[in-house]
């Protein structure tokens, strides 16, 4: 399946996914639409983002006029670093600048560096962007790239997803604003949910469902369905469970997630599991499971038991999010029959 891809690349490292500019577009104007000024007068720091192959430093760097940027930093790993060390080949926009250096190439990373109008044609875009070679690799978790974060007012990237755990640690140390992608399932990791229940971090707007693809390193190696090769050579894998994760507002978190009464869901709605029948209780928590979000009850005020792709739709002002997966005994919620539900987050409506 698709969504295996992500899983083997976790455990193999093999983690180099190039986010589509179109994704990435998607994805800001929803902030935009919601702030015109969030990115005005902001430094952005775009970590493990080299503009040779990162559509994220290509995309701000377009568009630093419009969104009113201060500064735009982009570093990237050194090539020693990457899984695709083995075949990596410089590009001629680094081969053909007078500081290229072989043996740096390969040891170190590089930073590059967007603020002014460099070429004088009265704009500043990507042709402003000025590099230079970085004292280590590049690896976010250096004191050399840790100065760039404590210096930034705005982090965004596509993080290894092998790292995402501890990339995210390292953004939420110093209280960052953030927009990074991961996997749905990190909603999971004990490190992670405390931060959605806090409401210190939610979901992007613009990935919900379904699956999205990414380029990788030609050496990628391809063992999966889902991808394909296009007419230039290069590599895509889609991938499934894939979500944006910030703390940038956006309208969508604040708009109610519209439901029907529990006497109507049980009458009309299209799920088998609850058309006909009584919502089940937990044996092991006073709550009831409702296996799909839009099967939630607009009456019920009891704790609810929802799945984790609730979080697509939720609202603050709407729901309470009150504890993740485990009952009274601290064990995977289950049900009167013995099942346990694949991960479930408890929630009840706000009044």
């Known amino acids: ?96 600048d007078p500081k290229f250096d072989k043996n740096k190439t390969a040891k170190n990373g590089k930073i590059f560096i967007l603020n002014h109008d460099r070429t004088g044609n009265g704009k500043i875009d990507v042709d402003d962007l000025e590099w230079h070679y970085m004292e280590g690799d590049g690896d976010f978790r250096s004191k050399e790239v840790t100065k760039l974060r404590d210096e930034a007012d705005i982090i965004i990237t596509n993080p290894p997803f092998s790292l995402f755990r501890e990339f995210l640690a390292w953004i939420t140390e110093w209280e960052k604003q953030f927009l990074i992608i991961g996997n749905m399932n990190s909603i999971t990791y004990k490190e992670v949910f405390p931060l959605i229940k806090s409401d210190r971090m939610w979901l992007g707007p613009s990935i919900r469902s379904g699956d999205r693809e990414f380029q990788v390193p030609d050496d990628y190696p391809i063992t999966a369905a889902g991808w394909r090769i296009d007419k230039d050579g290069n590599k895509f894998l889609r991938i499934k469970g894939v979500r944006w994760f910030t703390n940038l507002d956006h309208g969508r978190r604040h708009q109610p997630l519209p439901l029907m009464t529990m006497e109507d869901n049980i009458k009309y709605s299209k799920h088998k599991e609850i058309k006909g029948k009584e919502y089940q209780k937990y044996d092991n928590y006073d709550a009831i499971e409702v296996p799909f979000t839009d099967a939630i009850p607009s009456d019920y005020d009891g704790v609810m038991g929802v799945p984790i792709s609730f979080l697509d739709k939720y609202s603050p002002e709407q729901f309470e999010i009150i504890k993740f997966r485990h009952g009274n005994d601290e064990k995977d919620l289950r049900l009167k029959n013995g099942a346990c539900p694949y991960f479930r987050i408890l929630i009840k409506h706000r009044k």
């Open 1 to 96: 399946m698709a969504n295996s891809n992500l899983s083997n690349a976790k455990n193999a490292k093999n983690d180099e996914f190039y986010t589509q500019y179109n994704d990435i577009e998607k994805e800001i104007n929803a902030y935009i639409e919601y702030d015109h000024n969030v990115f005005r007068g902001k430094t952005l720091l775009l970590p493990c983002d080299d503009p040779e192959w990162s559509n994220f430093t290509k995309y701000f760097a377009q568009n630093f006029h419009r969104f009113g940027l201060k500064k735009l930093i982009s570093t990237s790993y050194a090539a020693e670093s990457k899984k695709c060390k083995s075949n990596y080949q410089p590009t001629l926009f680094e081969t053909s």
